[in-house]
Structure formats: C-alpha cells, structure tokens
C-alpha cells in the first residue's frame, strides 16, 4: 500500500503540545486501526484513527517527526497509508463497557464511544493525564453522548497531581467500578505501564479486556519485525490485543465492531 498524499482541511489545538488534524480523505476502518504518515525525505510513524470518514488524526509533538507536523498548516499535506491492523472488536453480551486511556491513547476511544453508544452501551470512559494540562478530548467525549444516541455516556478524569478530576491514575478509578461491578468489559489504550496494570486488573476480575499496545513501526505490513511484542508482530496482530482470558486460545481481534 503506497502513501497517498492528503490535505489538510482543518486543524483544531487541543492542548499545548497536541493537535487534531482533519484530511480531505475518507478509508474503510474500525476503530483502533492505524495509518502511517509519511512527510518525504523525513520519516514515517504511525498514528490511530480518530475518524475514517473524514481521516482524522490527534498528534502530540513529542519528537523530531510530531513536531515538524504541527507546523503544518490548512491546505498542506501529509501522506497517508493504511489503515494498518486489528482495531477493537465486540464483545458479544457487553453492555457496560470501560473505555480507559492515558495520554495521547484517548485517540482511538471517542470513535470506540461513538459505536458502543449508537448500540445502546451505558459506556463509562475514563481519560487519565498527568496533569489538567495534558487532558485530551475530555470536550469530545462530553459532546459525543447526545439526545440521539439510544446508550449513555459517563466520563471519569484522573490528574496524577489532582489539577481536575480524580487525584491518582485511570487505574484508581477503574478499579472500584470493576469491584462494585458496574464494567463487563474493558477497553485501553495508553503508555504499556497503565495497559499491564489495566490488564491484570481486568483479569482478576475475570473481565474481557482489549488493549491497544504501542511499538515502533516501519514496515506496518509485517516484514521488519520492528513492532514485536510479546511473540506478536503488532502491526499485523495488533495493535489491538485481547487478553488471553478474554477469548480463550485467541489472542487478536479477528473481527472489526
Ligand atoms: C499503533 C500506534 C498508534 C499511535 N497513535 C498515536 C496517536 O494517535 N497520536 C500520537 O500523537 N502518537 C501516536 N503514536 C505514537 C507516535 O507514532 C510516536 O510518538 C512517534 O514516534 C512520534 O515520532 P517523533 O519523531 O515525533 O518522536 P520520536 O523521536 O519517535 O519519539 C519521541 C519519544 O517517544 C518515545 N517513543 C516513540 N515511539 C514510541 C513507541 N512506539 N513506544 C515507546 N516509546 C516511544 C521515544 O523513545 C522518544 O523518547 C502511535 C503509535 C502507534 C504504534
Ligand atoms: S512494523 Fe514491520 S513488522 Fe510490524
């Protein structure tokens, strides 16, 4: 799949160093899928889908390549391929889903929300930072749950510093929902630290649970072997991963929502 270039259409700030831009593209995708995006002579990295239709992507300038695109502006462009992977699939029965993310990770989730919404889940979502600073789409999931969408919406912040929010981390406000039983499944995505604790807590509850892992990625069609993890080449197998407990002897989500 060759990189196709992509305009830029919109751009929105969503916080001091991230932001979300809107491509004058549309793919077929399920959530948690990814695209490349390439800027010529530079580099190539991956970004989850925020949206397929329009493409939209939610990028945090972090290093050389995030930084050089947020001094894109409207009407340039980016090259695109993909979309690369195995998004989130349905767990059959759920209709009380937890949908967890830490950082840049919320980026896949509103989308996952949108879905589980219009299919009547109650869906709690839980958006973790270090700070208030560092929150993201807190205003996009407020506005995602409405009047229209037959399911409902509670959102859940955790601040590391307690700036807004719960004080603490995702995990301390997953965890008594998962005791008092209001979650039947849990979905992720986020630094690996929050996704292994975020996974074995799910576990110990005998909960499905899909996490979304991050890897470098180069060839995102499964020839380098740069994203393995855990016996699995993520950009073929993931980057979505069922725990093991989840679906018994599978362990990838074969199928899209
Ligand atoms: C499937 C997938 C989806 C992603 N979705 C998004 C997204 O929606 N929005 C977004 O902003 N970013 C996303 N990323 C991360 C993004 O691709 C990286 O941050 C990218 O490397 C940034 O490039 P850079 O040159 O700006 O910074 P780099 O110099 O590549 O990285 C900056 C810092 O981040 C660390 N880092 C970079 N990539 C990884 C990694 N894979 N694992 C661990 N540490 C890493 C580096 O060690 C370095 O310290 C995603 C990554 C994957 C694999
Ligand atoms: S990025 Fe090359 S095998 Fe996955």
Not at 66 to 74: D, I, K, P
Not at 82 to 101: I, K, M, T, Y
Not at 201 to 222: D, F, H, K, N, T
Request: charged share 20%.
């Amino acid at each position: 799949m060759l990189p196709t270039p992509c305009r830029i259409v919109a751009i929105e700030v969503d916080n001091y160093r991230t932001k979300t831009f809107i491509f004058d593209a549309r793919l077929e995708a399920a959530p948690g899928q990814f695209v490349m995006a390439w800027l010529p002579r530079f580099d190539e990295k991956p970004f989850s889908l925020v949206n397929a239709d329009p493409v939209t992507l939610m990028i945090t300038a972090v290093g050389p390549f995030t930084r050089l695109v947020h001094e894109l502006q409207v009407g340039d462009r980016l090259w695109l391929r993909g979309a690369f992977g195995h998004g989130f699939c349905a767990f059959p029965e759920q209709r009380r889903p937890a949908l967890v993310g830490g950082g840049y990770g919320v980026a896949p989730l509103l989308w996952l929300a949108r879905q589980q919404l219009a299919e009547g889940a109650q869906v709690t979502v839980i958006v973790g930072a270090r700070t208030q600073a560092d929150l993201l789409y807190i205003d996009r999931f407020e506005r995602v749950s409405d009047s229209t969408s037959p399911g409902a919406l509670t959102i859940r912040v955790t601040t590391e510093d307690g700036s807004r929010g719960q004080p603490g981390r995702v995990l301390d406000a997953l965890t008594p929902l998962i005791e008092r039983g209001e979650v039947d499944g849990v979905y992720a995505c986020g630094p690996h630290g929050m996704l292994q604790a975020v996974e074995a807590v799910a576990q110990r509850a005998s909960l499905p649970c899909q996490c979304s892992w991050e890897a470098y990625m180069r060839c995102a069609i499964g020839i380098c072997g740069a994203c393995e993890h855990a016996g699995k080449v993520l950009c073929l197998d993931g980057p979505v991963l069922a725990a093991q407990r989840s679906f018994g002897a599978s362990s990838h989500c074969a199928s899209p929502l």
